[in-house]
């Protein structure tokens, strides 16, 4: 058995080289959190990268279901919500009591409200899997979310509940008024429940809820209950969802019935589909750039949500694994040192996709200018060019662009498939890629 | 001394439809016990209804003296008995090691913790170790599951079977679709494997079975029509002309 001991001690040497790099990602983590606002300090950046990590909690806890136990859930801002005005409620009556509960302990509060309310409904939920746990959860956030106007006294109406984080006690001086400081709070929330979700797929729980998400079948034959194992995460995820939706009271101040709607469930499964299920930095990504997707366009143009079903589809389509799938497809090419075969057919095919994007974007804006708001005047600027939308000029460089950009750009891409080939299968003969 | 498993008078009906017939089985413990019989004579069906993926309609099932039937199939694997299934059945995004792990965790203890790291159980990561080792994948310990070869996604549908520390071992089909040279290869591994545990068998290949069961029982349309040794099997003329009437067909 000297082999055995000989592979039991290379894996122990192997996880501890893993432990290293693993600490060292958190520390750099930690000092980005810390620094960032101090490079970028006006009051936008500020409010971006508040909403921004409370976007990345709510989406690294929904990812427990979807990407760790396979569990497609449509109603996961219900716990965000409830956490949310769990949240509210206490910080008003530790506001009207003089309670000895400082601020930054009340996202755990929201925290334990999710907790609590998946605890109640996720027993009858997470009974089945598949479709059946999908439309449950669709049902479930309907209930919830209209009876949240309904439920007049506990969440307010259609304004919600408002509350005051300036009332609650102090510590260190800290009033949290000022944005910087409400900033620090999620920042240190963001690092904590990261850390701690990131444990979480590390233990035993973790590694059987993959093992549900693979072949639940299966799981029953080596000892486990899949609907406890399904209980369990959806348990947790409720928990990290409520500290997103506490940091969000603390942070807006007010929680109302918008926290725990339709709308909030599809942004979750969006931003974690679009940053990738499958590995846990994907949720991240995708909440970054949803986030400041949400905030960059609405500002931009009207018809926002068109882009981000057009973004949603196209990832769908091309990339299932999502931003995090395609940047860890070029880990083996790297490994192998074969990338720099297939960057320059990248470079190539970048210029005309960026004209058949310029060319689709301005027949949409054109289109939604012509059509849905005339009254705001007929001048579209793209890339800082104005467009008049009623002259035939603009709808021929935009008919041109289109068909142009797609004819020229489908023959790059059909490019940077061939260099991928090449670069893959020399990384396989390699052995970087199985 | 108690029988391994013993089933009695067990019924299975799909509505109308009378799969299993008055089914009696009795296994002995540490007996290598072969079920062989002709398509559709209802043995996946029997495997099925031993290790609680259905349950009877009518009968007892007793595992080492204790009912188990009506029992889910968790319950019957932690009582000590685990199955192999006919049509590869793995963890297909997960690693080797990962298989194979996950099928060590209940057994040492661990069940649903959430507060352990899984990476720091030194007795999970011997017992996998050897399991790796023992059906020779420890070279593609990393490998997902998905892309193993077809021969190696047998050996380690054997070796999830075997890691939890069962008992009793029930293997459908282990070697179908093998080449010869696998085929013997299998074999000699289950026989190492199953060393002083208790083993079931479903199998079509002949030579597996005669050269691997202490005892054989032959199940035709839902009924043993007969149990016993190599040898009295071989003999039985009820088998000779089960067999040979399907072989008319």
Known sequence: MTSTAASASDIAAKSSGQNLRFYGLWVIAAIALVVLPLIFSSGGSLTSFSLIGIAIIFALSYNILLGETGLLSFGHAVYYGLGGFAAVHVMNAVAARGWPIPLPLIPLVGGIGGLVFALLIGWVMTRRAGTVFAMISLGIGELVGSSSLILRSVFGGESGISTDRTALPHIFGWTFGPQIQVYYLIAFWVLVSAMAMYALTRTPLGRICNAVRDNPGRVEFIGYDPHVVRYLAYSFAGFFAGIAGGLAA???????????????????????????????????????????????????????????????????????????GLLMMHRPLIRAGTLGMVIPSYLVAALPTLALACGVILSIETVARYTVTGGEGNIVKLLGIPFNTTAPATWGIAAVLVVGGFIVARITWRRIAEAWDRAASIARDRGYLA | MTPAIEVRAVEKHFGNVSIIKDLNLSVAQGERHAIIGPNGAGKSTTFNLISGYLSPSSGEIRLNGNVISGLRPFEINRRGLSRSFQVTNVFARMTVWENVRCAVLWA????????????????????????????????????????????????????????????????????????????????????????????????????????????????????????GTPEEIRANPKVKEAYLGEEAH
């Not at chain 1, 931009?300 to 949603?312: E, H, K, N, P, R």
């Not at chain 2, 479903?202 to 043993?224: N, Q």
């Open chain 2, 108 to 227: 040492t203890g661990h069940r649903y913790a959430f507060w352990k790291n899984v990476d720091d159980l030194p007795e999970v990561r011997r017992r996998t170790a050897e399991i790796l080792e023992d059906i020779h994948l420890s070279h593609r310990r990393d490998v997902p599951a998905g892309l193993l070869t077809y021969a190696e996604q047998r050996e380690l549908e054997i070796g999830i079977t075997i890691a939890g520390g069962a008992n009793v071992i029930m293997l459908d089909e282990p070697t179908a679709g093998m080449s010869h040279a696998e085929t013997e290869r299998a074999v000699a591994l289950i026989r190492r494997l199953t060393e002083g545990r208790t083993l079931v068998i479903v199998e079509h290949d002949m030579s597996v079975v005669f050269g691997l069961a202490d005892r054989i029982s032959v199940l035709v349309y839902g009924h043993i029509i007969a149990s």
């Open chain 1, 250 to 324: 603390i942070n807006f101040e007010i929680a109302n019935s918008a926290y725990l709607g339709a709308v909030q469930s599809g942004m979750v499964l969006f931003a974690t589909f679009i940053g990738g299920a499958s590995y846990f930095f994907g949720p991240i990504l995708g909440a970054i750039l949803v986030t400041y997707l949400q905030l960059g366009l609405t500002s931009l143009t009207s018809v926002w949500q068109l882009y981000f079903g057009i973004i949603f589809i196209g990832i769908v389509m091309f990339a299932p694994g999502g931003i995090a």
